[in-house]
Structures are given as structure tokens and as C-alpha cells.
């Protein structure tokens, strides 16, 4: 990946500007040469338009299938709200950088998790002219990814006694408030344990959050429509 150097000419809609000049090329060649960071610029549409082999390794595309591409059609549903939010900060000015939560999809549609920096690049004349996103993939999260096809991967009823797990409801209350024994709870929550690689309840609604299934801009927690099946 070739990063932009200080005095390097920046596109305008009517070719190059020669006075627009990227004052942190400096800090950006620094992070590039760090070894394991996923690196990637992003016009002001939010599209790639470059990318290190890292970054293209960790979300499966090939180089040329991965540029141009919006960067939301990376990242799972569930956390375009707050990351829409950060860049939205970028553009008015209000910080120059941020660090939010990641759930990203990569190969075979599987869903990883860890955070993302975002930071806003601006010419010599105070303009903004691009985004540098560095994704730091959660260590050893790969092999107990979860493969999520095409993002919907509860039923109805799942969700609602996810929901219903989140708040803290027990077993015999989700049964008499969905019509169903304790032994059929019991059954979709070993359902989703097993969907969703947690070992207990507790690990799930973690997960849940994690991964963008349970939304974290809501009271009383609600499942995205884009797991439910």
C-alpha cells in the first residue's frame, strides 16, 4: 500500500490541487510499517480506496473487489449505527480521531470482533479530504468465529427469549410470558449457546452484544432484524 507523502497532490473534481498537503503522511507511513495492523484509507463517501494486505486478508475480499466498495459492507449491521456516529464526528470537526467497538465480517461471512481507530485527514488548508481506519482484530478469536449466513441466524422466538435473557428474566417468567414449558426455553437457549459459541447465559448476551445481534443504542435490549431468520 502506498501512503500519501507530505507535498503529494490530492484529488479535487477538477484534477489535482498542488497546495493540498497531507501534514500527517509521516504518522500514517509509521503505522503501515507496524507489523498485524489492518490499514486502509477511505474517501469522504467512506469507500476504500486503499488498502495493506492485512486488511485485505482479514476481511476476505481480493485487492480489486475491495476497493471502491462502501466500507459499511465490511462491518456487520449491528454497529453501523455507532460507527456512522464517529464519522459523523470526524466531518463536523468535533475530534480528529475515535477508537470504537468492531464487528467486522470476513471470510465465509464469519463475524470478528475487536475496535477500530478512525482518523480524519485534513489538507493545508484545514479541509477534509479522507479517513485512515486501523482494525485491531480481537486475538485468537478467528477459530471460534461464527459463521453467520447471510446474517440470520435466529428465529422469531429465539430472539425473544434472548431479549427477554438480556433483561435478566428467568426461565419460568419467559415461559409463562411466550407460552412455552421451562424444558422448550431451555431448549432455544442450548440453541443459541451453540450458535452463537457460549458456554453460559451470561457468555451469550457478551457475545450477543459483541457481535451486533443485541443492539447497543436500546432499552430493553432488541435483537437486530438482520439475525432474525
Same mark, same amino acid.
Request: charged share 20%; with cysteine.
Given at each position: 500500500?502506498? $501512503?500519501?507523502?507530505?507535498?503529494?497532490?490530492?484529488?479535487?473534481?477538477?484534477?489535482?490541487?498542488?497546495?493540498?498537503?497531507?501534514?500527517?503522511?509521516?504518522?500514517? /507511513?509509521?503505522?503501515?510499517?507496524?507489523?498485524?495492523?489492518?490499514?486502509?484509507?477511505?474517501?469522504?463517501?467512506?469507500?476504500?480506496?486503499?488498502?495493506?494486505?492485512?486488511?485485505? $486478508?482479514?476481511?476476505?475480499?481480493?485487492?480489486?473487489? &475491495?476497493?471502491? /466498495?462502501?466500507?459499511? !459492507?465490511?462491518? =456487520?449491521?449491528?454497529? =453501523?449505527?455507532?460507527?456512522?456516529?464517529?464519522? %459523523?464526528?470526524?466531518?463536523?470537526? /468535533?475530534?480528529?480521531?475515535?477508537? !470504537?467497538?468492531?464487528?467486522?465480517?470476513?471470510?465465509?461471512?464469519?463475524?470478528?470482533?475487536?475496535?477500530?481507530?478512525?482518523?480524519?485527514? =485534513?489538507? %493545508?488548508?484545514?479541509?477534509?479530504?479522507?479517513?485512515?481506519?486501523?482494525?485491531?482484530?480481537?486475538?485468537?478469536?478467528?477459530?471460534?468465529?461464527?459463521?453467520?449466513?447471510?446474517?440470520?441466524?435466529?428465529?422469531?422466538?429465539?430472539? /425473544?427469549? &434472548? !431479549?427477554?435473557?438480556?433483561?435478566?428474566?428467568?426461565?419460568?417468567?419467559?415461559?409463562?410470558?411466550?407460552?412455552?414449558?421451562?424444558?422448550?426455553?431451555?431448549? =432455544?437457549?442450548?440453541?443459541?449457546?451453540?450458535? &452463537?459459541?457460549?458456554?453460559?447465559?451470561?457468555?451469550?448476551?457478551?457475545?450477543?452484544?459483541? &457481535?451486533?445481534?443485541?443492539?447497543?443504542?436500546?432499552?430493553?435490549?432488541?435483537?437486530?432484524?438482520?439475525?432474525?431468520?
Amino acid at each position: 500500500m502506498h $501512503t500519501v507523502a507530505a507535498g503529494s497532490l490530492v484529488p479535487n473534481h477538477t484534477g489535482y490541487d498542488h497546495t493540498a498537503v497531507v501534514p500527517d503522511a509521516d504518522v500514517f /507511513r509509521s503505522l503501515l510499517e507496524r507489523s498485524g495492523l489492518c490499514l486502509a484509507r477511505l474517501d469522504l463517501q467512506l469507500r476504500v480506496v486503499e488498502a495493506n494486505d492485512d486488511f485485505v $486478508t482479514q476481511f476476505g475480499h481480493s485487492r480489486e473487489s &475491495l476497493l471502491g /466498495r462502501s466500507f459499511y !459492507e465490511l462491518l =456487520h449491521p449491528g454497529v =453501523h449505527g455507532p460507527m456512522r456516529k464517529q464519522f %459523523a464526528r470526524l466531518v463536523e470537526g /468535533r475530534r480528529q480521531r475515535f477508537v !470504537e467497538h468492531l464487528a467486522g465480517i470476513g471470510p465465509r461471512h464469519a463475524v470478528f470482533t475487536g475496535d477500530i481507530t478512525g482518523i480524519a485527514v =485534513h489538507d %493545508a488548508h484545514g479541509d477534509l479530504v479522507q479517513f485512515v481506519v486501523v482494525v485491531n482484530p480481537e486475538k485468537g478469536e478467528q477459530p471460534n468465529a461464527v459463521v453467520v449466513d447471510r446474517n440470520r441466524i435466529l428465529t422469531e422466538l429465539d430472539a /425473544r427469549i &434472548l !431479549e427477554g435473557i438480556a433483561t435478566g428474566e428467568s426461565t419460568v417468567r419467559l415461559a409463562s410470558r411466550l407460552f412455552l414449558s421451562r424444558q422448550g426455553v431451555e431448549y =432455544h437457549v442450548g440453541t443459541m449457546l451453540k450458535k &452463537l459459541k457460549a458456554p453460559n447465559r451470561a457468555a451469550l448476551v457478551s457475545r450477543a452484544y459483541s &457481535l451486533g445481534v443485541l443492539s447497543v443504542a436500546s432499552w430493553p435490549p432488541r435483537v437486530s432484524a438482520d439475525y432474525i431468520k
